[in-house]
């Protein structure tokens, strides 16, 4: 499983838009790129997954470069209850007998008023 | 649809006792299965998957164990707790073809 970079943490306020970037420089051409958040005492629940371009679904947009060495996770107008950790994690989307799942440090995301 | 469950919620066990904790699936089959451990403020550390039933892989070197004796069951044992075993488990689950992973509301161990 490819390592991943991300920041320790992040501030934002309210209504702004939220843009976390993971560095993934060993990615392999088989790996997605996948995002989840946790909330405190919960576990992560996926937000969204990638493999080049960009994706967007109701909650997020996954922005990947062509060279995929990176991935910018973008929150539009986050609110309070965005604060959370957020972590980006890549990997092997085609079974070899299953597939490891690696979170790494991930991205504490506090959202003020 | 599927689900994971996985209990206890909370859980306090002295210093030396033993420790099992469940965590089935269901409404799919042949699930990866894994077990993660988190410390309070840090990130999940993955402690065993499993591909298949009796198939485990062990990440790291730990008083922990894992068996898998049914398809959709996931079990994470030890035969005697030590204070440093304290922490938030969580079991999750994936498909075998995308990375995606459900994850059960976790246990709170604390070992006293």
């Known amino acids: 499983l490819a390592k991943t970079t991300q920041p320790i943490s992040m501030d934002s306020y309210e209504g702004q838009e939220v843009n976390i970037t993971c560095s993934h420089n060993?990615?392999?051409?088989?790996?997605?790129i996948t995002w989840y958040q946790q909330f405190p005492s919960q576990g992560p629940r996926f937000i969204i997954q990638?493999?080049?371009t960009k994706v967007t679904n109701e909650v997020a947009s996954l922005f990947i470069p062509a060279d995929r060495k990176s991935s910018t996770l973008s929150l539009p107008r986050v609110s309070l209850s965005d604060t959370a950790v957020y972590y980006c994690?890549?990997?092997?989307?085609?079974?070899?007998?299953?597939?490891?799942?690696?979170f790494g440090t991930g991205t504490q995301l506090k959202v003020e008023l | 649809s599927q689900t994971i469950h996985q209990w206890p919620a909370t859980l306090v066990q002295p210093v030396g006792s033993p420790l099992s904790l469940e965590c089935t699936v269901e409404?799919?089959?042949?699930?990866?299965l894994y077990w993660y451990r988190q410390a309070a403020g840090r990130g999940l550390q993955l402690l065993f998957y499993?591909?298949?039933?009796?198939?485990i892989s062990s990440e790291v070197p730990q008083n922990l164990s894992a068996s898998r004796p049914q398809d959709r069951q996931f079990i994470l044992s030890s035969k005697k707790l030590l204070l440093s075993d304290s922490g938030f488990y969580l079991c999750?689950?994936?498909?075998?073809?995308?990375?995606?992973?459900?994850f059960g509301q976790g246990t709170r161990l604390t070992v006293v």
């Open positions: 999750a689950w994936s498909t075998t073809m995308n990375s995606e992973a459900f």
């Open positions: 060993n990615i392999a051409t088989n790996d997605y």
């Open positions: 990638g493999y080049k």
């Open positions: 994690l890549v990997g092997d989307g085609v079974t070899g007998g299953g597939n490891k799942l690696t």
């Open positions: 409404g799919t089959s042949n699930p990866n």
């Open positions: 499993s591909v298949g039933i009796g198939q």
